[in-house]
């Protein structure tokens, strides 16, 4: 039980590492970006190999894996930005259909559909971090570190601009700001922090595969930041926290194995589409109602104000 | 009087309408200069010419010999050429601290964070608005917006600012605080060019004027001179009221 509990604990930090930094190119900079797994799946596949030829070091793996992520980054944000924003989701679609394909087709460094396998245990400072509560309390504390590094990041310049130029790309330029340069940087950052979360995947599971890159989990991740509240920072910890531990509730209940998959998707589905209509700050905004109702109950008390 | 803007032969047609026909315009350093003309003259497109969200289809701009024809928007902004937008467009969800700092993180990016927000607060009292620092921008009322849309023009306007209407939607009171603040940013040696088709405006505040009718500028000197002249008489009194 304990084993479950930990390894939903690395599963929830992998979520929230994914969904805040999918959430500054998709909250902050309003680009919408269906190919957030692929940068997940560029941090796993660096990391295993640094892992598996070079070094477990967790640290250098990091390294490799941020750089290699902000390079991807790059490739997809550098041509698709040069036209118009509003053209990302296109670009970013198609990305991440090549990019599956690549994971799929190139045996030689990917290990194609069947993976790479045998991922040693990372080092840090020497040490072999081997047990799931090791596991967990290291990708708890990297999660940590991403979401203040984004926290700092939304309040310093970069973030106010990024905002800026969402809400008005005229007035932003109008102040001296290059949208192209903003977007590109926002990308860039995104998806290498987006490479973290592959990193812990990989060590933690052992092994790698191309079915945990797929459109489907850029979707998962999407919901997740949707669901939680776009543009806040406590949004999609809040969305990553429900949808991956929604799955564990459902377990509960005694449901077929066949209807969880289709159980989970439609109820995905439903809450997003009824969210973006009634409540577009999701799960945060209904926070702020909650709390907006609450400072009023003690006015509202029944007998006192009848008028 | 030395020209800090120099605009020559300057044309834009939009789907075959002359938008602006050859405009010719000197614009004198340290002073307060204004551009008249009925609504659909072409005044904003002008501005959006100077600033470079619209691409002239022919003739020059250069700030203090600087040709400013095809650099982007955000160059532009970076010589030091301010300005303001007849719907404000102020970031509704940023503070009004916020609003000015997005211009001062870029004109004055070397200096600390902490001295960008001493001048952000300073440039806000500069522009008299009394609301707090924290509060939105979209909760503010019209004029309030107006005016911190001013100090955030004044932010990266450091060799000219550009003001599209500045007195439109102000009522007699703010129209004083407005005519206060251009008259001594003038007073402290700032280049301003304003659009106005209200000529108590213009009458209070320019020294300079150009009437600009249908894309062409039909006459220019003093306000005096200008609204005397039979194009500015014939547009504004014998035309058609102003909606
Ligand atoms: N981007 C544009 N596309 C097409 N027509 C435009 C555009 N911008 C302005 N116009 C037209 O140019 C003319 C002048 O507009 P504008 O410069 O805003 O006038 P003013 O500011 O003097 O009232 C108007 O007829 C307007 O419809
Ligand atoms: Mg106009």
């Not at chain 1, 969402?166 to 977007?183: C, F, I, K, S, Y």
């Not at chain 2, 340290?30 to 969200?53: D, E, M, Q, R, Y």
């Not at chain 2, 500028?217 to 009221?241: D, H, I, K, M, W």
Request: net charge neutral; proline share 5%.
């Amino acid at each position: 039980m304990t084993a479950y509990l930990e390894s939903l604990a690395v599963l929830c930090a992998i979520a929230a590492i994914l969904a805040s930094s999918l959430d500054l190119v998709l909250g902050f900079a309003g680009i919408f970006s269906v190919a957030h797994a692929v940068f997940f799946g560029i941090g796993a596949y660096a990391a295993s190999l640094v892992a598996l030829h070079l070094t477990a070091s967790l640290a250098f793996a990091l390294a490799v894996a941020m750089a290699a992520g902000a390079g991807a980054g790059l490739l997809l944000a550098v041509p698709a930005l040069r036209v118009r924003e509003e053209y990302f989701v296109v670009a970013s679609l198609g990305f991440q259909v090549v990019a599956t394909t690549v994971f799929e087709q190139w045996q030689a460094v990917t290990g194609g559909i069947g993976g790479l396998t045998g991922i040693p245990p990372p080092t840090v400072a020497g040490l072999k971090v081997e047990s799931y509560a090791g596991m967990a309390a290291l990708s708890v504390l990297l999660a940590g570190a991403v979401l203040a590094g984004l926290r700092a990041l939304v309040r310093s310049r970069l973030g106010r601009a990024l905002q800026a130029l969402n809400q008005d790309e005229v007035a932003a330029q109008a102040a001296g700001h290059n949208p192209v340069t903003l977007r590109t940087l926002a990308v860039v950052v995104s998806c290498s922090l987006a490479s973290v979360g592959g990193v812990i995947y990989a060590f933690f599971s052992s092994f790698v595969n191309p079915e945990s890159f797929t459109l489907d989990e850029s979707v998962r991740v999407m919901v997740m930041v949707i669901m939680g509240g776009a543009g806040t920072t406590a949004g999609p910890l809040l969305g990553a926290l429900f949808v991956t531990l929604f799955p564990a509730l459902l377990s509960f209940l005694t449901i077929p194995d066949q209807f969880l998959g289709p159980i989970q998707r439609l109820a995905y589905g439903l809450i997003v589409v009824v969210l973006m209509v009634y409540e577009p700050d999701g799960m945060v905004g209904l926070a702020r109602r909650l709390r907006r109702l609450r400072a009023l109950a003690p006015a509202g008390k029944p007998g006192e104000s009848t008028a | 009087m030395k020209a800090q803007l120099e605009i020559s032969s300057l044309s834009k047609a939009f789907g075959g309408n002359a938008v602006l026909d050859r405009v010719d315009l000197e614009v004198a350093a340290c002073a307060v200069s204004a551009v008249i003309g009925p609504n659909g003259a072409g005044k904003t497109t002008l501005f959006n010419a100077i600033s470079g969200f619209v691409p002239p289809d022919r003739g020059q701009i250069t700030l203090e010999g600087v040709e400013l024809v095809g650099m982007p928007p955000h160059r532009i902004a970076e010589l030091g050429v301010g300005r303001t937008f007849q719907n404000l467009r102020l970031f509704p969800r940023l503070t009004v601290l916020e609003n000015v700092l997005v211009a001062l993180d870029r004109t004055e990016r070397r200096q600390s964070r902490r001295r960008r927000q001493v001048q952000a607060r300073a440039l806000l009292e500069r522009a008299g608005v009394s609301a707090s620092p924290d509060t939105f921008a979209s909760d503010l009322s019209f004029a309030e917006q107006k005016f911190v849309s001013l100090a955030r023009a004044l932010a990266c306007g450091h060799r000219i600012l550009l003001l599209d209407e500045p007195g439109s939607g102000l009522d007699p009171p703010s129209l004083e605080r407005m005519y206060a603040l251009v008259r001594s940013l003038a007073a402290e040696g700032r280049t301003i060019l304003l659009i106005e088709h209200n000529l108590d405006v213009v009458r209070e505040l320019a020294e300079r004027v150009v009437f600009l009718d249908r894309g062409r500028a039909l006459a220019r000197g003093t306000p005096a001179q200008v609204f005397a002249s039979p194009e500015a008489a014939n547009s504004y009194f014998g035309g058609e009221p102003e909606p």
